[in-house]
């Protein structure tokens, strides 16, 4: 990882990457590129997903109808929320976007393994994301929610099939590039670059596709079989004809509860390199966060799905072996926390826009950690599930951190992608606006759930007394818009105006800094 | 009673109430719904606490090393082995004890509410798209108005016609799933007359947030008078 592997100089790649060229981009391997076709649609998702969030947001301001008199709307507008900002956005922002970017990179490889796969991978996942937006164009769009649950899913005159297909194509995406990138990063590193020498985000990466590849087949199972049972008249899920709703239901949780994860372990990564850097330090306890962190998140993801289903009509027997491993996996996670907190102590933190969303990140994911505890009790759950309280909890604990990542994330790497530095003033407004955004809106639902407000209502005629803490997120979500409207501006400032910066503007130690800016194809002074 | 009360009200230690509530009860009904609350205030200030406590370090941290001159390095030192052991083992052993220590509160709470009291007065439910139809031992029949004695546990007996649904009283702090092909169950403990919410909490369509009714608690003998005024057998005669 020395210094000495740069070569190429700026001004030869800026004449190799010159003009654009439509077909260059189509017909991209290169992982750089692969990245940034990523990062687009995986934004495209978050925004048209956002702008749903704000429909949802408005609607509910007041009792009664607000922008829609018509439930299916709504219900359609959260159908596509939750299953773009997961499958579309969170998932291939952190294993597409920044996987690629970073993981040859990091290692010190020309480019992935299988670039061609590579490709087919990004592709498909844009194939996701259009069947996806299709939502808004048919006639009967999809109105099941982003978990799809039997019978309603099936007997519903919306058109399930969208959602199996959108979940396949995702689901085809993943598993392609879990093939790739685990073989990339046992085959491709570069000499001497040892195991126990790996960034922190290429072990979270490695973690976070293992699970992809084990579990999402398992999700591609139970949406077929979802399509199958509406449209071919088998009877998985039919309880007249001996099949149950609880197959389902287990089957999806037994790959979306590791999805938390496959999105948690790569954005936590990220918040490593990011504190790392800014602190100038080394991070805390390297390889036993590696051993006790990662591979105990990996160790128990598989056996604590049932934790969703605790008053879905489980035997009591699988209730009480979930609560204890949903329980125990509060300690590797707890300890990843306990590193980055770590990693401060005795730095040098510079308060750049990316530093700023990692700090961010330590205390919103606290607020999400916390507020998971309760749910792990089956007795405490027995109230909460299925209450504001879940969206209040998985948005701190999930969209809202991991999207601190994503963004702190995206500032970390756009000198490096664009050779442009951005604004600092612009990056922080953004940040605040976010943060302080985030805070009221996920804080009234949290406590609308405690009232007692079940979510993935339309309207709440039975509990009038919360309007007032409704409009106190909505108006929560306008602070959000807005931030993400000054992020936007800053990032198209930075690539266009933004002022020309050398290879390694943060400082880092990290090998992926050391060449220079814009890589050129084939990475490390390839040809 | 008064006396457990107030330790909640107190919020902190809590174990003794959970002795005086077993002294005082013997046979009795637990009451789940008062159970829910002891343990949420007892939750509540374990996650304040360890809440409290990293977000203090953390922003600690933040501060005392911020950046205070151009070109300043981490000073970190590598954590000797024993040291790097130390920093897993105890909050792992901390947050063992931690979880171990829920775990048990909450089987405790979670055996009460899942064990229904014997005499307890059973109503049946059936959940459709979009409401609530419910049916009483005699007979008796109504629309999302499930009307019961006070203080008597009621058992609820949870069919679905066509889709999953789920049962919900927010006061009672009781829910359960209603599944196509099963009989689910959940009980509760009115203690005194009133109307409280009942709610469906499991996405079921369109008219999924209209799918709301009431409970009404009334007393014994008002209950009895209406219970033999809608029982079918004495209508017709
Ligand atoms: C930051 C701005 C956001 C706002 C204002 C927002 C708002 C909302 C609202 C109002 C709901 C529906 C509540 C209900 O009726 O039950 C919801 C649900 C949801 N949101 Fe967000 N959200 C935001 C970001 C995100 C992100 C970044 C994710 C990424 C994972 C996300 C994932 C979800 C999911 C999975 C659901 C549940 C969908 C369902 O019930 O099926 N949200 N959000
Ligand atoms: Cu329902
Ligand atoms: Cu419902």
Known sequence: MSSTMVTGSVETHHAAGSGFSLKEWVFTTDHKRVAVLYMVGAFAAFLVAGIMAILMRTELASLGPTVTDNPSAYNTWLYFHGAAMILGYQIPALTGFFANYYVPLMIGAKDVAFPRVNALSVWLFWMGIVVALLTFVIPDPPDIMWTGYPPYSIITGGNTAFYTFTVLLMGFSSIAAGVNFITTIIYMRAPGMTWSKLNIFIWCTLAAFIIQIIFVPVLGVAVTMLSLDKYLGTHFFNAAAGGSALIYENLFWFYSHPAVYVIFLPAVGLIYEIVATFARNRIFNHMKMVYYGIFGVLALTGVVWAHHLYTAGIPNWMVLIHVFTTLMISIPVGLLMIGLVGTLYKGSIQYATPMLYAAGFLFLFLIGGLTGIPNAMSAIYMHLTDTYWMPGHFHYVMAVSMTTAILGGTYYVLPKMTGRMYSETLGKLGFFLFFIGVNITFMFTLIMGVKGLPRRYYDYQQFPELEWMQQWATIGSYIILLGALVVLVSWLHCVFFGKKVGPNPWGSRSLEWTHAPRPPSGNFGGR | ?237
Not at chain 2, 18 to 41: F, K, R, Y
Not at chain 2, 56 to 72: C, D, Q
Not at chain 2, 186 to 213: D, I, N, Q, R
């Open chain 2, 1 to 237: 009673m008064k006396i457990f009360k107030r330790l909640i009200a107190g919020g902190a230690l809590l174990l003794p109430a959970a002795v005086s509530e077993a002294a005082e009860g013997g046979a009795a009904v637990p009451d789940i719904t008062e159970g829910w609350h002891h343990l949420w205030q007892e939750l509540l200030l374990d996650i304040t606490i360890i809440g409290i406590i990293f977000a203090a370090v953390t922003l600690y941290l933040l501060i005392r090393y911020r950046r205070r001159k151009e070109g300043e390095e981490g000073k970190a030192s590598r954590l000797s082995p024993l040291a790097s052991l130390g920093w897993v083992l105890i909050p792992a052993f901390i947050f063992l004890a931690d979880d171990v220590f829920l775990a048990a509160k909450n089987f405790e709470l979670w055996n009460k509410m899942r064990e229904v009291p014997e005499g307890a007065y059973e109503v049946k439910v059936e959940a459709y798209m979009w409401g609530w139809d419910i049916t009483y031992p005699g007979g008796a029949t109504a629309t999302n108005e499930i009307r019961v004695p006070e203080g008597t546990p009621i058992k609820v007996s949870l069919t679905s016609r066509d889709v999953v649904h789920s049962f919900f009283i927010p006061d009672f702090k009781v829910k359960w799933d209603t599944v196509p092909g099963m009989e689910t169950y959940l009980w509760f403990y009115p203690k005194t007359a009133g109307e409280h919410v009942m709610t469906c909490a499991e996405f079921c369509g369109v008219l999924h947030s209209s799918m709301h009714g009431k409970v009404i608690v009334m007393p014994e003998a008002e209950f009895e008078n209406w219970i033999e005024e809608n029982t079918p057998r004495n209508k017709e005669a």
